[in-house]
């Protein structure tokens, strides 16, 4: 069964966490001598010289109702990057408990293990790009605390089966993280909707892809209330800046100019689905629930993935090639753009297949 409890490491679950001046005073009145900043204002046009929420409540309270969750199951972070890392440092010793991932995924879950000296379990996804649940739960070991999840997967673009995700949750004795970075672009409903009937399941979303806020750094974590006050105790104080706040609250009260942009982005996605699968350099395009597509080249008798990515480079049209990669050999990863960036993108791929001749 789980239980924090057990899948926390015994420092951390009696760690005294570090009191800021403004987790001791939470009123917004008052004259505030407390946190040696400068009252006299900042060298900049508006003002930041006060520390930020540590907790972002505004942000939270906002995004709850949006979520269906509680804003006490939120946790925001420096990027998704910031709950990964804090996850495996809450829930693994080095050196002995492990991480389970399912390649090929999202590169950052196996980066930040081997940051934190923590063993990875590796068990790749089925040809088809779904979770292998026999050889997943074969290879699960007692100490084994999390497991990875990506629905829609990147580099893949598919969703994952919700019957496979919901048997690990009720299987697995340690954490299930489902990373929906790429959920708004699906054909489905987020797992923040089972957060109140499995206490060891984490949804991690972000504001870099629908949200256009790449730049912003700020990641969104759903949990139990109970493993979102373990995070809050081991993260650093003010881990979201003022100005990020600021403009994450903007955001928020813009969600339809959020959904118009990935009305617009699927839209564009169906049409170049559409024209790569015509082009005869292209050997298959894999349906996607997300705002990129797994492209296959390597046609026999034409050109190889890593000779289209270079070409496309010398064009100055930037992939992603993940044609070294498992279960993705011959295939580059192309992020849907603008209409006009999807155009010029057919129209190089175009040029590559007929050589203009020289005049010279
Ligand atoms: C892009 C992406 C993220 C987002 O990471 P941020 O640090 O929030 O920008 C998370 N997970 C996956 C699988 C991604 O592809």
């Not at 309270?61 to 709950?83: H, M, T, Y």
């Not at 009720?170 to 109140?196: H, N, P, Q, R």
């Not at 609250?249 to 839209?267: D, I, N, Y």
Request: glycine share 4%.
């Amino acid at each position: 069964m789980f239980t924090l409890e057990t899948i926390l490491r015994p420092h951390i679950l009696s760690l005294t966490p570090y009191s800021s001046a403004r987790d001791e005073y939470t009123g917004k009145e008052g004259i505030f001598l407390d946190a040696n900043e400068n009252a006299l204002g900042s060298t900049t046009s508006t003002n930041y010289n006060r520390y930020p929420d540590p907790y972002q409540w505004a942000i939270k309270e906002r995004l709850a109702p949006l979520k269906g969750v509680r804003p006490e199951q939120i946790f925001l972070g420096n990027g998704s990057d910031e709950p990964i890392d804090l996850l495996i440092r809450a829930t693994c010793t080095p050196e002995k408990d492990s991480v389970l991932i399912m390649p090929p995924t999202y590169g950052m879950y196996e980066v930040s293990a081997n940051i934190n000296n923590v063993p990875l379990i590796k068990v790749p996804l089925t040809p088809d790009f779904q979770i292998d649940l026999p050889e997943v739960l074969a290879a699960i070991q007692p100490d084994t605390k999390l497991l990875f999840v990506c629905s829609p997967n990147n580099p893949t673009g598919n969703l994952i089966d919700r019957q496979s995700m919901l048997t690990l949750l009720e299987k697995f004795t340690g954490l299930v993280v489902v990373d929906e970075a790429y959920i708004d672009f699906a054909d489905a409903g987020s797992m923040t909707a089972l957060l109140d009937r499995y206490s060891n399941l984490v949804v991690l979303q972000t504001f870099s892809k629908a949200w256009g806020l790449a730049a912003l750094r700020l990641g969104m974590c759903f949990a139990s209330a109970a493993l979102i006050r373990v995070l809050n105790k081991i993260k650093p104080p003010y881990n979201i800046s003022a100005p990020t706040q600021e403009l994450a609250l903007e955001a928020l009260s813009h969600v339809t100019q959020k959904e118009e942009m990935v009305a617009k982005l699927l839209a564009e996605r169906a049409i170049l689905t559409e024209h790569l699968r015509s082009l005869p350099l292209v050997q298959q395009v894999y349906p996607s629930d997300a705002n990129f597509l797994l492209v296959r080249f390597d046609r026999p008798g034409g050109p190889d993935a890593k000779t289209v990515f270079d070409y496309l480079i010398s064009r100055q049209v930037i992939v992603r090639d993940r044609s070294k990669v498992k279960l993705c050999e011959g295939c580059l990863r192309i992020t849907v753009g603008t209409p006009h960036e999807n155009s010029q993108l057919l129209d190089v791929l175009h040029q590559m297949m007929v050589p203009v001749q020289s005049y010279s």
